[in-house]
């Protein structure tokens, strides 16, 4: 259970702003951090590691308190069980992958927790490989691997997946899925992607100038709409044509590219790279068979 | 021909090298981090090495330690430390002498790697002195390698500091560029030919490695 309320003022692109925020994260909670740029979710994972001290309130952790104004708390980060996978993953270019996950292994564990690590993890074949001669997608899962030597309870994970491809990006995103199960992790994830927020939070923040402007399920946040839809995708808008008396909507889902029908009093709220959900009721899917 | 002066030239700028390392390194540490409002003077006083000509420093060196002040007496007596016209005296003022050479590249070198570095270290539960020396100091050994050399070779280049508060004694303080002034004053300019290209010769050598290696036009050759 992590209980967080703190003030910040944080200096922002637009002069200070004044970041506020209280929240509770039940324990293997799954919370997506989402806003625009500068609205101070990083400051929030910085805080809650202890990379930046808060202004004023209090930081709990399993009732133990991490930060506290008032009676002068403020644990080192070296003292807070977190893993933090940072956006540029953070990996020391000195050493090798599996070094790296060496070096963050606590006194008290042995190196067989980095071969275990490294197994579970696909990354024997990569283990005696420098960070700089890995790939986007192999750098990020060294640096998730390496977060995990220490058995965290809490895992940070700062837009982990941005600066990947699709692909790339889809692969990772079912793997963060597995890990989080796997070690019972409590995790808190910053991410831009609507459809990533949806398929692995169970709850989501949104930020707006320093404070909490909705919370919620994924679903309820972000798909205003109560729609009874048998399938749902999340996708983006590429294209809006019309034909004749319809508009043909062409939409990025996950790898594919989709062509929709819409009605023009639909088209009419919508613009080219907006987040758009697509549902298909029982009545009307089509069928293929796959051989 | 005499070998001493080459010989007390270069074991003079190892000491000042080897000791400045480790006084460069906590200072431009400490410089990076810290939020003291003193730090441009800090920072002015370091790096005045570089402007001032040296036999001001050696001056205002010999007016400190002369053991005819208070200071200077109070060394001598207490610690029987002598710094004026001794080996002692030239190793703690080329140590000032050749400061900002070890500690701009290094302060340059460390500022310049992400600090994502650092907070990943701590947040694996590693102190600031275990982040230093295993996760900075070998990913910056080229900075290291420039500061190093740098020093080096500013040590051995060094003339009006030592002239000032070495003197002139064989074995003692009579460096290889002091005894090349000595030798032309002596109209001996074959000695003074000596002096200086070897001094040419290695101060070009150690120059060159610094940008073979910088330049990476080395890597072919190691692993």
Partial sequence: MININITKILDAVNGKMNLQLQLTIAKGDFVTLYGDSGVGKTSTLRMLSGLLKPDSGIITVNEQAWFNADKKVNLNPQYRNIGYVFQDYALFPNMTVRQNLEFALRKNQTAEKVTNLLNTMGLETLQHRKPETLSGGQKQRVALARALVQEPEILLLDEPLAALDIKARLKLQDYLLEVHRTFNLTTILISHDIGEIIKLSNRVYVLEAGKIAKQGSPMAVFVQNNISGKFKFIGEILKIEPQDVVFILTVLIATNVVKIIAQESEVEEMKVGDKVMVASKAFNPVIFKIN | ?223
Avoid: R
């Fill in chain 2, 1 to 223: 021909m005499n070998w001493e002066p080459i010989i007390l030239t270069f074991k003079l700028a190892s000491v000042t090298t080897i000791l400045l390392v480790f006084i460069a390194i906590p200072l431009s540490y400490w410089l990076v981090h810290t939020k003291t409002k003193l730090k441009p003077v800090i920072e002015t006083l370091a790096s005045m090495p570089l402007v001032l000509p040296p036999t001001v420093l050696g001056f205002y060196f010999l007016m400190a330690f002369s053991p005819g002040n208070t200071f200077g007496n109070w060394l001598n007596e207490w610690l029987g430390i002598k710094l004026v016209f001794s080996f002692t005296g030239l190793v703690v003022a080329s140590i000032l002498y050749s400061l900002p050479f070890m500690m701009h590249p290094i302060q340059a070198g460390l500022a310049s790697l992400p600090k994502t570095l650092t907070e990943a270290s701590y947040l694996m539960g590693k102190s600031k002195f275990m982040t230093l020396l295993k996760v900075l100091l070998p990913n910056m050994k080229a900075s290291l390698l420039t500061g190093i050399v740098l020093s080096f070779a500013h040590t051995v280049g060094e003339f009006g500091v030592v002239l000032m508060i070495g003197g002139n004694i064989p074995g003692k303080t009579k460096v290889a560029s002091i005894a090349i002034y000595d030798e032309v004053e002596a109209l001996n300019y074959g000695a003074a030919n000596f002096y200086s290209f070897i001094l040419f010769v290695i101060t070009f050598c150690i120059l060159l490695v610094v940008y073979l290696v910088n330049g990476g036009y080395l890597k072919k050759y190691w692993k």
